[in-house]
């Protein structure tokens, strides 16, 4: 547990500071790590039979229905790969997903044995990631100031293939930067006052980087929470609001602009919206096509269903039903907003039950409300320091619900057998992927020549359509469109 607890921990704080593997692109390079610690993860539980039971224990208290809605999910992901077109691919989707829902259970059976202890460590793991991004950033803009020819962050370097990819790490890590700054003991003015600080900066790079979706998902996270805890979230709104406050204050002095900042253009901007809009017509067309099973997990990216910029249609719900089928996104629809009303309800409960606030109750629930929120227009559950993000503060969030009434059970050589089955096939499913890297450069030519654009579109690696180094499949692409 150890062993895991530092691999999410590491990859947290050095993922989007540094460059581990300088030899492939910050997507890539994120992706592979990312696998790397599936792996570890998914070789823990099968290794330790106490790591099984503990995981075991966290999945089998949920509600009965929860359990066999999953199961029906996973089934029915298994089903739609077999008989999709590339069912390798297919296949690595659902086990990605199975191993980041592990990893999330081991989360919750770290914060269920040790809630405050654990939640007081995940929190400074992602304050202090955040920290380490704003030296990151000094060091760059220090460069742009003193040297020739180094542009200004975020058309200077940025350690992210793309600024959206940044964007949805500030959706999960906002929110939280508002509570770690009141979770400080009040004596500590100087730490206090630097979390602040990073949050304010926090806000500043928001502006800069011409982003809509962060501003408008923790804007409805933030409603939402005074809604639900009322006054037991005035603070945290205080010091969210002050942060942006300060923010703006600090864009203006850093990037020198005498105009509004780029984020104000872009909220009016319509055109990303008609494009968005047409990737989602694309999502209904093949779940019109594909109702049941859908066309098969990641098959977006299958030229032959589409071919145009983007290889993932920017919206999970979306995403998921044109992939998964419709009987999958209802079923996940319902246990996501079903078990994440369940849980808000119990923290405001528990707040309102107390004499002082708890932040970290607050922050938590407006960082999985604006990630869920921002989910609706882009690809968090695609990009992969977004998606260990999300099983990470998932995971806390699953580990604080107090599933009274519901028995873990026993757990017999049958349960272990399916756990060890399932997470078998994973492993060995999402390993294969990394047989990939030997194709990249041939993979990005084929897909060069096949279009009339030089973007490469991520999903899976940096270019992420599927089977474009087959002649027979860009040919029905082509007569498709």
């Given amino acids: 547990m150890l062993v895991v607890a530092g691999g999410i921990g590491g990859f947290i704080l050095l993922v989007p500071n540094m460059s581990s593997l300088p030899s492939f692109r910050p997507y890539i390079e994120k992706r592979v790590l990312e696998v790397g610690l599936l792996l570890l993860s998914g070789g823990l539980l099968l290794a330790s039979p106490k790591a099984r039971r503990q995981w ?60 405050r202890r654990v939640g007081l460590v995940l929190l400074g793991v992602v304050t202090t990631s955040v920290a380490l991004y704003a030296a990151y950033f000094a060091v760059g803009y220090g ?111 850093l990037f020198l602009s005498r105009t509004a900042p780029p984020v104000v253009d872009e909220l009016a901007n319509t055109g990303s919206n008609e494009r968005r809009l047409q990737l989602w017509r694309t999502c209904l067309e093949m779940a019109w096509a594909h109702p049941w099973l859908g066309a098969g997990p990641m098959h977006f990216a299958w030229p032959p269903y589409h071919f145009a910029k983007g290889a993932s249609p920017h919206s999970a719900p979306m995403q998921w039903l044109s992939e998964w089928g419709i009987p999958s996104t209802l079923a996940m629809s319902g246990l996501a907003i079903w078990g994440g009303w369940r849980w808000i309800r119990q923290e405001r409960d528990r707040l309102l039950g107390r004499g002082k606030l708890d932040p970290v109750a607050v922050a938590l629930v407006a960082s999985l409300l604006a990630g869920a929120a921002h989910s609706m227009v882009s690809g968090l559950i695609v990009a992969p320091l ?96």
């Fill in 56 to 115: 075991l224990s966290v999945f089998r208290s949920l509600p009965w229905h929860s359990r066999w809605g999953l199961g029906a999910v996973l089934g029915l992901g298994v089903v739609s790969s077999l008989v999709a077109p590339s069912s390798f691919y297919a296949l690595l989707e659902v086990g990605h997903f199975v191993l980041l829902f592990a990893v999330a259970g081991l989360v919750a059976a770290a914060v269920r044995r040790e809630s």
């Fill in 143 to 253: 460069m742009h100031l003193t040297m020739a020819g180094i542009e200004p962050w975020p058309d200077g370097s940025t350690n992210f293939s793309n600024i959206r990819i940044f964007n949805q790490y500030q959706t999960w890590t906002l929110p939280i930067l508002a509570g770690a700054a009141l979770a400080v003991p009040q004596g500590w003015r100087m730490a206090r006052g630097g979390v602040f600080g990073i949050l304010s900066l926090w806000w500043a790079l928001v502006l800069a980087s011409n982003v809509r979706g962060t501003v408008v998902a923790v804007t409805l996270a933030t409603i939402v929470v005074g809604l639900v805890f009322r006054g037991r979230a005035k603070r945290w709104l205080a010091v969210q609001g002050a942060g942006l406050l300060a923010g703006i204050l600090l864009y203006y002095i």
């Fill in 386 to 481: 977004s998606q260990v993000v999300l099983v990470c503060l998932g995971g806390w969030a699953w580990g604080r619900y107090d599933h009274a009434g519901n028995s873990a059970g026993s757990h017999s050589l049958s349960v272990h057998s399916v756990l060890c089955v399932v997470l078998v096939g994973s492993m060995v499913t999402v390993g294969s992927s990394l047989r990939d890297l030997a194709t990249i450069k041939e993979r990005r030519t084929a897909f060069l020549e096949s279009v009339e654009r030089n973007v490469y579109s991520p999903r899976y690696w940096l270019q992420g359509y599927i089977g474009v180094r087959n002649p027979e499949v860009i040919e029905r692409a082509r007569r498709n469109r």
